[in-house]
């Protein structure tokens, strides 16, 4: 009965469901980038990549973080149509995923997935098999409230269970288990 509702273990599965927390959303692209901070050869100004970290931490909303992250896009725009800087495209996805937070017009969490949709299409094809486990990653967490990484805790069943229907394309089965308090 599960595998009736499976999804496209992909990029189109990835982003069927909405999204709990634009915040986790922002943390997907904001963590993927930094595994690509060697190939922007410093073309992402430290400062960004200090309040990207203390934006997610903090969940702060406020209207000069908007401002900020509306900044920041602009930057980064101009560093990606001087330098084609593919993972730069992460940042401005995480840099929208936190404007529709902070602007509470994430459509239910639908619309971060919009915004991803429309990443991966300009990302190079082998970018989803790079990012699956970050994905996962951000997911389990908007999902069940703690990574997917074992911590011999009482969470460890919890989290196996979301990896083996994760994994599986049971995107729906893993987020129908229960959320960590």
């Not at 189109?12 to 190939?39: C, I, M, Q, T």
């Not at 560093?79 to 401005?92: D, S, V």
């Not at 915004?115 to 908007?142: G, H, Q, S």
């Not at 805790?153 to 919890?158: E, F, M, R, T, V």
Request: net charge neutral; charged share 25%; hydrophobic share 45%.
């Amino acid at each position: 009965m599960l595998d009736e509702h499976k999804l496209d273990n992909g990029v189109a599965g990835w982003f069927e469901l909405p999204w709990r927390s634009g915040w986790n959303a922002a943390r997907f692209a904001f963590e993927s980038h930094a595994r690509f901070v060697d190939d922007d050869n410093g073309h992402i100004d430290p400062h960004l990549r200090y309040l990207l970290g203390r934006w997610i931490s903090d969940q702060h909303v406020s209207p000069a973080i908007y401002e900020a992250a509306d900044e920041a896009i602009a930057e980064v725009s101009m560093k990606i149509l001087h330098h084609n800087l593919q993972a730069a495209r992460l940042l401005l996805a995480g840099l929208r995923c936190v404007q529709l937070t902070i602007a509470n017009s994430s459509g239910g969490g639908v619309t971060f997935n919009d915004v991803f949709r429309v990443l991966f299409d300009r990302l190079p094809a082998y970018w989803p098999e790079v990012l699956k486990n970050e994905i996962r990653t951000a997911r389990c967490i908007d999902a069940i409230g703690v990574s997917p990484t074992l911590a011999n805790d009482s969470n460890d069943k919890l989290r196996r269970a979301f990896c083996i229907a994760w994994d599986r394309g049971l995107y729906r089965a893993a987020y129908a288990l229960k959320r960590v308090s």
